[in-house]
């Protein structure tokens, strides 16, 4: 497991839920930026990082799986709570 974590595959996708989650907490401490006309930067990057999230993981998924399955789908498991809890503050607050 980890030289799997090692691979930019394994730990990019941790690093961007963690991102996305400490601008999350930003909002929660700071509150939500102000309403516009047009959604906010937080929500541009947020459907960004969502994206990009989706991509990587499938990219690691199919890449590593087949090979080292059971180590691989450690690190799947952790990405994909990672991005479920990248989700939660959006759902819970309705931003």
Request: aromatic share 14%.
């Amino acid at each position: 497991m980890e030289s799997l974590v090692r691979k930019p595959s394994g730990w990019v996708p941790m690093v961007l839920s963690l991102g996305i989650l400490l601008m999350e907490l930003g909002f929660v401490l700071l509150g939500p930026p102000e309403p516009q006309a047009d959604e906010s930067v937080g929500a541009h990057l947020f459907q960004l990082w969502l994206v990009a999230e989706f991509f990587l993981v499938l990219f690691f998924a199919l890449k590593w799986v087949p090979r080292k399955p059971k180590a691989a789908l450690k690190i799947l498991a952790i990405q994909s709570l990672g991005v479920l809890a990248g989700m939660f503050p959006v759902f819970y607050f309705h931003w």
